[in-house]
């Protein structure tokens, strides 16, 4: 029996079978797309001709205003009444820190040196990771490193330069718990909450954003919190939180028997424009007076 016949038979019709197959599959994709591509055009049409009607009608107006921003110390203020400043939250830019860069090559300021040495003691003193002269240690190996490497402008870059036997410490600095509170055994702070690495930096400090851990540092604890209490007296008078003047600093430190002058160029009060760059949000916890740090 000759089945060369029903053999070519069953190609034919599976080839015609296939076509027809792939033909529909292309068409059904074809026509997704112009369905596609038509909602599209229908959508750019209709509110093309919305803001057409909106431009007529309201002549001038915004149609999509943007809500007054303002910061989370202020929601808090006028939700509690009762007052928050913003030194005392966690801070999502880098003005709010030291600025390490000044401790590098020509720009080294014995007095930033001074003031890292005191915060880097106030974060660290009261943590698992403290042991003798743990932070003059870690100060004095990132300003080796600074000195080498001026331009570095992250910590996590830093961990590069590191021998091998400091790895362990430093990874710890660097990554830092998800919850902590500074002075009470805790968990602790990341360098990168309360430093910062710019080498394009103008000043160590801004004031007008400087947490008050880091105004602790670089005055005392006493005139930080005289600075907490005058600028809560302008809240109290504004319901506004306004960072003290330069010229309202120096009187406040004469009364106090210090001089703005004996800090140099530690300090810009100048305002500028806030850079966000970290990777985590912060959170206050009022009642445990926790801080934690989530992941975006």
Request: hydrophobic share 35%; charged share 25%.
């Amino acid at each position: 029996m000759n089945i060369l016949p029903l053999v070519s038979a069953f190609i034919v019709l599976f080839a015609l079978g296939f076509y027809t197959l792939f033909h529909q599959f292309r068409a059904t994709v074809q026509e997704k797309v112009h369905y596609t591509e038509s909602i599209e055009i229908q959508r750019i049409a209709a509110a093309a001709s919305k803001a057409e009607i909106y431009k007529t009608l309201y002549k001038g107006k915004d149609p999509y205003p943007k809500k007054k921003s303002t910061s989370d110390a202020d929601k808090a203020d006028k939700e509690t009444g009762e007052y928050k400043s913003p030194r005392e939250t966690f801070q999502l830019f880098e003005e709010s820190k030291l600025n390490l860069s000044f401790l590098a090559g020509e720009k080294r300021d014995p007095l930033v040196e001074s003031v890292a040495l005191n915060l880097l003691t106030r974060l660290y003193e009261f943590t698992d990771l403290h042991t003798p002269n743990m932070e003059a240690d870690c100060l004095k190996k990132i300003i080796g490193i600074l000195n080498e490497h001026p331009t570095l402008d992250s910590f996590e870059k830093m961990l590069g330069y590191l021998p091998e036997e400091d790895l362990p410490l430093f990874y710890k600095l660097i990554k830092g718990t998800n919850i902590y509170t500074v002075g009470e055994f805790i968990g602790f702070p990341a360098l990168g909450d309360f430093f910062t690495l710019n080498p394009d930096g103008k000043k160590p400090i801004f004031f007008n954003y400087a947490s008050m851990h880091l105004l602790s540092a670089a005055f005392s604890e006493r005139i930080a919190q005289n600075i907490y209490a005058k600028e809560k007296e302008k809240w109290e008078e504004k319901k506004l939180n306004i960072p003290l003047r330069k010229k309202d600093l120096a009187t406040l430190l004469e009364s106090l028997h210090d001089n703005l002058q004996n800090y140099g160029d530690l300090f810009t009060h100048s305002n500028t424009k806030k850079t966000k760059t970290e990777a985590f949000y912060r959170v206050d916890n009022p009642s445990s007076r926790l801080q934690l740090r989530i992941q975006k």
